[in-house]
């Protein structure tokens, strides 16, 4: 246990459903973090809140909708992926602000999502 | 464009010990961490290095040298346990952490 739970941990969905992710953290960090995790490929930063602020927005498609309401939740609202966009999701949380040196991340679980 | 190489597989027997090394390219640098994932499991920090040199944590130790933009991941008296994939990081020059694609560890009997 990392003190970051995600939920669900699985799911199926298809391109035309509208679903949310749900990450919180039991650690008190500030920072949280949405990634992208696909077979043998890098880990891909999808978002980043530092005191519920998006602090980044890596290029990601509009049809991924970030929500930070406080500093111990983290959603992702997704509405008409494409089959692509099947993968792994992680959340993670650091004590340190996103823009210090050390950077130690704790991280979920992840769900496991599969676009139909 | 950004990147960190690491071998996709690695294989060792367990009592051994293993490296696993990463190379790096990234606009700017503030630090190179590990983590390990293991199957179904959510990646799990393991070290850092800011500065060059040996950092060791009981059967784990990792290297940095700056110059050659190289690092690796000592793994001492392996267990099976210690199968995992093990992932490079580096934070680039805008704090963001940039992975590399992972490295599977087999470990033999």
């Known amino acids: 246990e990392t003190g970051v739970t995600q939920t669900p941990r699985h799911l199926v969905m298809g391109m035309t459903n509208k679903k949310s992710l749900k990450c919180e953290q039991h650690?008190?960090?500030?920072?949280m973090y949405w990634y992208k995790q696909s077979a043998k490929k890098p880990l891909e930063l999808m978002f980043v809140?530092?005191?519920?602020?998006?602090?980044e927005n890596n290029s990601v498609p509009s049809r991924f909708s970030p929500e930070c309401p406080n500093s111990s939740h983290l959603f992702l609202h997704l509405h008409t992926l494409q089959p692509e966009d099947s993968a792994l999701y992680l959340c993670?949380?650091?004590?340190?602000?996103?823009?210090?040196?050390?950077?130690?991340?704790?991280f979920g679980p992840g769900t496991r999502l599969t676009v139909l | 464009g950004q990147s960190l190489e690491q071998p996709s597989e690695v294989t060792a027997v367990e009592g051994a010990i293993v490296q696993i090394n990463c190379t790096y390219q990234?606009?700017?640098?503030?630090?190179l961490s590990w983590y390990q994932q293991h199957d179904g499991g959510a990646p799990t920090f393991l070290s850092y290095?800011?500065l060059d040199g040996l950092e060791e944590t009981g059967r784990f130790s990792s290297f940095l040298s700056r110059s050659d933009s190289y690092g690796y991941l000592l793994l001492q008296e392996l267990q099976m346990k210690d199968s995992a994939s093990y992932f490079c990081?580096?934070?680039?020059?805008?704090?963001?952490?940039?992975w590399g694609a992972g490295t599977k560890l087999i470990i033999k009997p």
């Open positions: 993670a949380s650091s004590q340190e602000p996103p823009y210090s040196s050390y950077n130690e991340q704790f």
């Open positions: 650690l008190g960090h500030n920072a």
């Open positions: 809140y530092n005191f519920k602020e998006q602090t």
């Open positions: 990234t606009s700017g640098f503030y630090g």
């Open positions: 290095n800011g």
């Open positions: 990081a580096v934070q680039d020059s805008n704090y963001q952490l940039i």
